[in-house]
């Protein structure tokens, strides 16, 4: 392996942990609102939209409009799944722990893989197997011993994992699908859903600053810097960094708010990170940026 090449992975491989940190952010961005959550789903998708629509204008040289519908029916349907896993990641938050709801959302990929045999009619390895009863038992101990409130939290994020994974397996079979434009028009559909349900007279000055935050910085930049470095390295490499989100979402929450999961949740997520260390080397789809 050439020098120039092991540069260009290190990039690659710096880029995306640089995403993870951003998209790690979330919950702790999220618990300093005092917003409804349509409010807070709508808000976080106006900028994050207005950023991406920035950030398509520059790379598409003002060909914004065009760009997005360069990507089609297929784009359109990635758009919905994208927007139904990030609208239920916030609404999530809301009613369950940080560290419950990252955990759930790992279970992404191997959901993924259960989806394209069903609907794309791929085989499912040993490997997958192996990871899906891992991953099926890392639930099953989280859910079997609820923490306050998170029956409705468990719902709503297992519906996160749902929609991320249909956006995982629309991905993998249309790989002509351009990611900026079906993201910002995921997040187009969030505002044109929730804003006339939001609560907008409650938006204080201090609440616009962390929306901002979490559509520019956590969402917005987090895509572009994957964007970037997933096409220095491998997919299954881009799956395993972008695991970082998982472990330092919860860290960031437990230093900053002294919000600490049950050990019944750690022992759950530890197999369902497990769970997809095992996959990773069978899973080889591109992967969606995360709600």
């Given amino acids: 392996m050439s020098r120039r090449t092991i540069t260009s992975a290190r990039r690659g491989q710096a880029f995306v942990a640089l995403a993870a940190f951003a998209w790690s952010t979330g919950g702790v961005l999220q618990r300093q609102l005092s917003l409804d ?12 939209s207005a950023a991406l629509i920035l ?3 520059v790379t598409e040289r003002g060909r914004v409009i065009e760009a997005c519908r360069s990507i089609g029916s297929a784009g359109v349907a990635l758009a919905a799944s994208l927007a139904v896993a990030a609208g239920a990641f916030v609404a999530a938050l ?4 940080v560290a419950r709801v990252l955990f759930m959302q790992a279970l992404a990929p191997v959901i993924a893989a259960v989806l394209a045999r069903v609907f794309l009619g791929e085989r499912v390895g040993r490997r997958t197997l192996v990871a899906l009863v891992l991953a099926v038992g890392g639930v ?5 011993n609820p923490e306050a ?11 996160m994992v749902f929609g991320f994974s249909l956006g995982l397996v629309i991905t993998r079979r249309h ?12 997040q187009l559909f969030l505002v044109v859903a929730f804003l006339p349900f939001a609560t907008l007279g409650s938006i204080g000055s201090d609440d616009l600053g962390w929306l901002a935050l979490l559509g520019v910085g956590q969402m917005s ?6 964007m970037i470095g997933a096409r220095l390295i491998p997919a299954v490499q881009v799956g395993l960094i ?12 437990w230093l900053a708010m002294s919000e600490r999961p049950s050990a019944a949740t750690l022992v759950g997520g530890a197999t369902v990170i497990a769970a997809i260390v095992v996959q990773s080397r069978e899973y080889e789809g591109p992967t969606p940026p995360p709600p």
């Fill in 55 to 57: 950030y398509l204008a």
């Fill in 242 to 253: 972008t695991l970082l989100e998982i472990v330092l979402g919860p860290l960031w929450v």
């Fill in 149 to 159: 409130h998170s029956l409705r939290g468990d719902a709503l994020a297992l519906l």
């Fill in 140 to 144: 099953a101990l989280m859910v079997g």
């Fill in 175 to 186: 790989r002509d699908v351009s990611m900026a434009p079906a993201t910002c028009l995921s």
């Fill in 221 to 226: 930049l987090g895509l572009v810097l994957l």
């Fill in 94 to 97: 809301n009613h369950s722990t």
């Fill in 37 to 48: 959550t349509a409010a807070q789903i709508a808000g976080r998708a106006a900028f994050a």
